[in-house]
């Protein structure tokens, strides 16, 4: 079996991609014994290295503890090595989380995220603007292939990986390089104007303007990766988040979300290379979305305790837990529709 790799992003903060990618990791792990699942935490805020290592203060205090060693336990450190040295053994970066989190399976590792990208970056743009040594050199594609190249690598060498990879909604060097590094793109989305301007905004730094700008089009990222032929990954889903506990999303958000769908959907007709590749035969935005689509529910109440207590929602079975002194309660039904909402996009992928 071969490596997959999945990349969270969106231009737009605040759409979950932290709290979507420790739901997915977590879920596809239990249901994927035979794989070894990675999170490669690309944000500097390293909010799912925060859940996925038991949330709250321990999590702060494992965090630092990584982040703080001579050579960084951290993507930073794993960076690092592979800019200067040309590679990076990617054992001596990954924590298993079990030895943390006792409430994931021992197949599930993490290569944490690490305020210190926001420092490094000056480092990755220089050595990726470097005078190339000679017509083979490629500089801009080795910064650029980083994450790529590690998407390749193993934990165990009888085991294939799937990576998954959260990212800030910056385009910053280190979110280019987190973007390079998957096959397959996941887009969380929310249902208002904001998600649907980001789209636009999505397309136009991945994949360029339809016309390049005089000044500045030749220097993009667009433009860079199409000149050095760099594989992008292609879209997988589009993740409706933010709905409500109710059928569909809620009357006042659900114009925009078709809205947002039909906007990606006018992306598509334009644009199908961008697109994963699907064996119907797509002539319709209901045909669009049933193939590309997925709803997820809001999670509320159940979103706070995984976030503070590292709880995936299959462990999540007490009527209340306690979040920084105070009760909070978790209905039954709020969290089975949540989780089959994450078991049916993890069955998915």
């Known amino acids: 079996m071969k490596n997959k790799s999945y990349v969270m992003w969106n231009n737009k903060g605040g759409v979950g991609k932290s709290t979507i990618t420790f739901h997915i990791a977590s879920v596809y792990a239990e249901k994927n014994l035979d794989r070894d699942v990675v999170v490669v935490d690309m944000c500097p805020q390293a909010n799912s290295s925060?859940?996925?290592?038991?949330?709250?203060?321990?999590?702060?205090?494992?965090?630092?503890?990584?982040?703080?060693?001579?050579?960084?336990q951290s993507i930073v450190g794993y960076i690092t090595e592979a800019t200067l040295s040309g590679d990076a053994d990617i054992l001596k970066y990954t924590t298993k989380l079990i030895d943390i989190n006792t409430n994931l399976t021992d197949n599930l590792y993490l290569i944490s995220g690490d305020g210190n990208l926001e420092l490094i970056a000056p480092l990755l743009s220089e050595r990726a603007e470097a005078t190339p040594l000679s017509a083979a050199d490629k500089p801009w594609v080795?910064?650029?292939?980083?994450?790529?190249?590690?998407?390749?690598?193993?934990?165990?060498?009888?085991?294939?990986?799937?990576?998954f990879i959260d990212t800030n909604p910056s385009f910053a060097i280190?979110?280019?390089?987190?973007?390079?590094?998957?096959?397959?793109?996941?887009?969380?989305?929310?249902?208002?104007?904001?998600?649907i301007f980001a789209i636009t905004g999505l397309f136009n730094l991945i994949w360029g303007t339809s016309v390049v700008h005089p000044v500045y089009g030749k220097y993009?990222?667009?433009?860079?990766?199409?000149?050095?032929?760099?594989?992008?990954?292609?879209?997988?889903?589009?993740?409706?988040?933010?709905?409500?506990?109710?059928k569909g999303a809620a009357h006042a958000f659900k114009a925009l979300?078709?809205?947002?769908?039909?906007?990606?959907?006018?992306?598509?007709?334009?644009?199908?290379?961008?697109?994963e590749n699907t064996t119907e035969d797509i002539k319709s935005i209901t045909e669009f979305e049933k193939a590309y689509s997925i709803e997820l529910r809001d999670f509320n109440s159940a979103g706070v305790v995984a976030a503070n207590q590292?709880?995936?929602?299959?462990?999540?079975?007490?009527?209340?837990?306690?979040?920084?002194?105070?009760?909070?309660?978790?209905?039954?039904?709020?969290?089975?529709?949540?989780?089959?909402?994450?078991?049916?996009?993890?069955?998915?992928?």
Do not use: W
């Not at 038991?54 to 050579?71: C, M, R």
């Not at 080795?142 to 990576?163: D, F, G, L, Q, V």
């Not at 993009?220 to 109710?246: D, M, V």
């Open 50 to 72: 925060s859940m996925l290592m038991g949330g709250g203060k321990q999590s702060e205090a494992k965090l630092q503890e990584l982040i703080t060693k001579d050579e960084p």
């Open 174 to 195: 280190y979110t280019q390089l987190a973007i390079v590094g998957g096959e397959k793109l996941l887009v969380p989305i929310n249902a208002d104007d904001s998600s």
């Open 257 to 275: 979300s078709n809205e947002a769908l039909l906007k990606m959907y006018s992306e598509f007709e334009n644009n199908p290379d961008k697109f």
């Open 142 to 163: 080795k910064i650029h292939s980083i994450i790529k190249n590690m998407t390749k690598k193993r934990i165990n060498p009888e085991r294939p990986c799937t990576y």
């Open 220 to 246: 993009t990222f667009a433009a860079k990766a199409k000149f050095h032929e760099l594989q992008l990954p292609k879209i997988s889903y589009l993740l409706g988040n933010r709905f409500t506990q109710k």
């Open 310 to 349: 590292g709880l995936p929602l299959s462990k999540m079975d007490k009527h209340s837990y306690v979040v920084y002194g105070e009760k909070i309660q978790v209905a039954k039904d709020q969290r089975d529709l949540c989780k089959s909402a994450i078991e049916n996009l993890v069955d998915n992928l």
